[in-house]
């Protein structure tokens, strides 16, 4: 009799577990609990060479492989027009579950600005099983002197508003502060369906037009492409990567936090930036709790290949020195 109960009670757990494993697997909730493991419209949208150690595989486990070739097919290229160069994606979910798809439209080959270079975007409604017609977001691009490029965007949660930002004209390392990369900000209201005329942000941030004394005088800055973020206090923040002076050294590169506390329209520079002796690069931060505590993963610029992580404890303003972690 025991042995039936101690049977009956695994049997019941067993059933219950499968169908919870299920409901977390196939969540379709964005911003929810849940892993969808289906692969949809997605291919690589770069032959560039990989990092180094890397063999165009994923492995995940112990000994599992995954190799992308297998999946990201032509059949399901996300963008695609004639032989043009697609580069710098980016995905943003908003608050009715659409999802925004971002890349650069690079028409004289892959490489970066200055260069012919536009920035599209393209809708799904459905979790990214269907996706519309591509839309410009930027001004059309007619030479090498004109392009936009490496979107960074974030959803201001208060007013539902699409902020982009994109850079425009001079490349990185021959910007000047009298004639610098430009940064510019690109606002959706209708959740991309259009796109506000761009606003130029650089005399807010750096450049001889900067009312800031110290950062009127650096040469070069961007934003980092992909996602930026909104802390839970409404400040809006993106990851500048800077070049505060003429040396071209990668090691002389810092970052810096570019933010907005009225959604968008203002912009400010962070007084402080992780000590980084191995130089800063493109980097991405995350709110840690809602104490001002955010954390910064840079990107290295040469060996050892491995992530750096520096903290800042008011909201950005300023950062602990960027440490190696290791396993990352």
């Given at each position: 009799?025991?042995?039936?109960?101690?049977?009956?009670?695994?049997?019941?757990?067993?059933?219950?577990?499968?169908?919870?494993?299920?409901?977390?697997?196939?969540?379709?909730?964005?911003?929810?609990?849940?892993?969808?493991?289906?692969?949809?419209?997605?291919?690589?949208?770069?032959?560039?060479?990989?990092?180094?150690?890397?063999?165009?595989?994923?492995?995940?486990?112990?000994?599992?492989?995954?190799?992308?070739?297998?999946?990201?097919?032509?059949?399901?290229?996300?963008?695609?027009?004639?032989?043009?160069?697609?580069?710098?994606?980016?995905?943003?979910?908003?608050?009715?579950?659409?999802?925004?798809?971002?890349?650069?439209?690079?028409?004289?080959?892959?490489?970066?600005?200055?260069?012919?270079?536009?920035?599209?975007?393209?809708?799904?409604?459905?979790?990214?099983?269907?996706?519309?017609?591509?839309?410009?977001?930027?001004?059309?691009?007619?030479?090498?002197?004109?392009?936009?490029?490496?979107?960074?965007?974030?959803?201001?949660?208060?007013?539902?508003?699409?902020?982009?930002?994109?850079?425009?004209g001079q490349g990185f390392f021959k910007s000047t502060s009298k004639d610098p990369i430009r940064i510019i900000t690109i606002r959706s209201r209708n959740n991309g369906e259009s796109w506000e005329a761009p606003i130029d942000i650089t005399s807010q941030i750096y450049g001889a037009g900067c009312?800031?004394?110290?950062?009127?005088?650096?040469?070069?800055?961007?934003?980092?492409?992909?996602?930026?973020?909104?802390?839970?206090?409404?400040?809006?923040?993106?990851?500048?990567?800077?070049?505060?002076?003429?040396?071209?050294?990668?090691?002389?590169?810092?970052?810096?936090?570019?933010?907005?506390?009225?959604?968008?329209?203002?912009?400010?520079?962070?007084?402080?930036?992780?000590?980084?002796?191995?130089?800063?690069?493109?980097?991405?931060?995350?709110?840690?709790?809602?104490?001002?505590?955010?954390?910064?993963?840079?990107?290295?610029?040469?060996?050892?290949?491995?992530?750096?992580?520096?903290?800042?404890?008011?909201?950005?303003?300023?950062?602990?020195?960027?440490?190696?972690?290791?396993?990352?």
């Amino acid at each position: 009799m025991k042995s039936k109960k101690i049977s009956k009670l695994f049997y019941l757990s067993f059933i219950l577990i499968f169908w919870i494993l299920i409901f977390t697997l196939t969540c379709k909730n964005p911003s929810g609990p849940g892993i969808d493991f289906n692969l949809r419209n997605w291919y690589i949208m770069s032959g560039m060479a990989a990092g180094p150690g890397f063999t165009n595989n994923i492995t995940y486990g112990d000994s599992n492989i995954i190799s992308p070739s297998n999946y990201f097919a032509a059949s399901n290229q996300l963008f695609s027009n004639g032989t043009y160069n697609y580069r710098i994606p980016e995905l943003l979910a908003l608050p009715n579950g659409d999802l925004l798809a971002f890349a650069d439209r690079r028409y004289n080959g892959e490489g970066d600005l200055p260069n012919r270079i536009e920035v599209y975007v393209k809708k799904s409604t459905n979790n990214g099983t269907n996706w519309g017609a591509e839309k410009l977001v930027t001004p059309t691009s007619l030479s090498i002197s004109d392009g936009y490029g490496d979107t960074a965007a974030v959803l201001d949660r208060k007013t539902g508003n699409v902020i982009a930002v994109v850079a425009h004209g001079q490349g990185f390392f021959k910007s000047t502060s009298k004639d610098p990369i430009r940064i510019i900000t690109i606002r959706s209201r209708n959740n991309g369906e259009s796109w506000e005329a761009p606003i130029d942000i650089t005399s807010q941030i750096y450049g001889a037009g900067c009312g800031d004394l110290t950062r009127r005088n650096w040469q070069a800055a961007f934003v980092t492409s992909g996602n930026g973020l909104q802390l839970r206090n409404g400040r809006l923040c993106f990851v500048l990567v800077v070049r505060e002076t003429t040396q071209t050294a990668t090691k002389s590169i810092k970052n810096y936090l570019m933010y907005s506390d009225d959604g968008g329209h203002k912009w400010k520079v962070s007084r402080g930036s992780p000590k980084n002796d191995n130089g800063g690069n493109e980097a991405k931060v995350v709110e840690l709790n809602q104490d001002g505590h955010l954390l910064m993963n840079i990107r290295p610029n040469g060996a050892p290949w491995v992530r750096y992580l520096a903290r800042s404890y008011d909201y950005g303003e300023t950062w602990t020195e960027a440490k190696v972690q290791n396993d990352l």
